[in-house]
């Protein structure tokens, strides 16, 4: 387990940070990346993280990928995750509603037991704000899959242009 961890974590985050080829359109959004914070239920975690904005891959949709750790409840969780949000405004400088999905794969280090992996399904809702620096965002997701969090609330920065 810890072998597929340590083969898979590097591949993961290179193609986290590959620019997608239609977020350098002009107008592309929010591109740049930063960290993440949050608590999760069942397990009952805090959880860090660091995502990548790609910027809008159609028109009012981003594609963000992201690596997350939960920690607490006898189990460390670590996700990868390829997340995409629909955004309902265009303006960046007001507080923005948005909604998605994601798919993403947990690989769970149980204390005292047997390790597992899964692959995830989780629904998002969040609102962002953009500002000078790149935006802020508050953000929940819902798991629906094994060893994906009940849910996650979190906040995060995107360092970036937009």
Not at 5 to 12: G, H, I
Not at 46 to 67: C, D, E, K, L, T
Not at 111 to 132: C, F, R, T, Y
Request: charged content about 15%; aromatic content about 12%.
């Amino acid at each position: 387990m810890k072998r597929l961890f340590w083969t898979t974590l590097p591949l993961a985050c290179a193609l986290a940070l590959l620019p997608v080829g239609a977020a350098q359109a002009a107008d592309s959004g929010n591109i740049g990346m930063g960290p993440r914070v949050g608590l999760t239920s069942n397990p009952d975690q805090v959880m860090v993280g660091w995502h990548y904005s790609a910027g809008q891959i159609a028109p009012h949709v981003r594609f963000q990928p992201n690596v997350e750790a939960g920690f607490g409840d006898d189990v460390t969780l670590v996700e990868l995750n390829a997340d995409f949000h629909y955004r309902f405004q265009e303006s960046w400088d007001v507080w923005n509603p948005y909604a998605g999905a994601g798919l993403g794969y947990a690989m769970a280090f149980v204390d005292k037991g047997e390790d597992s992996n899964d692959v995830q399904v989780h629904l998002i809702g969040g609102v962002e704000k953009g500002i000078k620096s790149g935006a802020f965002f508050v953000e929940t997701k819902i798991g629906l899959s094994d060893w994906t969090p009940d849910w996650k609330i979190l906040v995060g920065w995107t360092f970036g242009r937009h």
